[in-house]
């Protein structure tokens, strides 16, 4: 992994219920998203889970241990690096059920009985999808379910995108998903998010999106 600046700053200002979307397009970008996004979480006394797949947990362990002491919070449980076929894809195929179901019986088993005071920050770098050609309309339905479970399970979701590999409509959907977006650097209320409930009926035929979709990947990218 790359030693880089920071995309996401410290004090970044996230709170319980974010679920945010990072779009990235090339490895200095991942990593400069991925490592302060961990390296914030653990200081703060959070629980962080990251799933990577465009890179190894070796190598993001090995990033992290660059700047700080791993050992009392692997020995402690707090950070777990997993890949997607351990995740995402531990079926030989992405099932949006199952995947929801494992974030919401992690949200239990680590909330307990009491409300932690430094949300769970959970991490996801969704590149697999394009890797096994996965239907992203089941991805996208995913994606809006899981403001869902954080209503029940106030949690940090982070999930990012490979721009190189995003059309503008794929793009604007994960857009549409995620009520905040890692944007240049800050972390802002996402002004195309829309709520699961009201996205039912409302998807626009893609050649009346074509100029939305544009302005959302050139928004993605700035």
Request: aromatic share 8%; charged share 25%.
């Amino acid at each position: 992994m790359t030693n880089t600046d920071d995309f996401l700053p410290a004090g970044s200002g996230l709170a319980a219920g974010d679920h945010l979307c990072g779009f990235y397009r090339n490895d200095h970008e991942r990593d400069a998203i991925v490592i302060p996004f961990i390296e914030e979480g653990l200081a703060d006394g959070a629980s962080c889970t990251c799933v990577v797949d465009s890179c190894t947990p070796t190598q993001v362990l090995d990033r992290l241990a660059q700047d700080i002491d791993l050992a009392p919070h692997l020995d402690a449980h707090r950070l777990e690096v997993l890949t997607a076929e351990d995740t995402y894809l531990r079926r030989g195929t992405f099932l949006a059920e199952e995947m929801l179901q494992f974030w919401e019986s992690k949200g239990r088993a680590l909330w307990g009985d009491v409300v932690p005071e430094t949300p769970v920050r959970n991490l996801g770098d969704m590149s697999w999808a394009h890797r096994e050609s996965v239907r992203f309309e089941s991805l996208i339905s995913y994606e809006a379910e899981i403001n869902r479970i954080m209503r029940d399970f106030p949690q940090v979701n982070l999930c990012l995108y490979d721009l190189n590999r995003c059309s503008g409509e794929v793009v604007l959907d994960v857009l549409k998903t995620h009520p905040k977006v890692l944007l240049g650097g800050m972390v802002i209320d996402n002004p195309y998010y829309i709520d699961a409930d009201e996205r039912i009926g409302s998807r626009p035929s893609q050649t009346a999106a074509a100029p939305e979709m544009a302005d959302a990947k050139a928004t993605a990218g700035a």
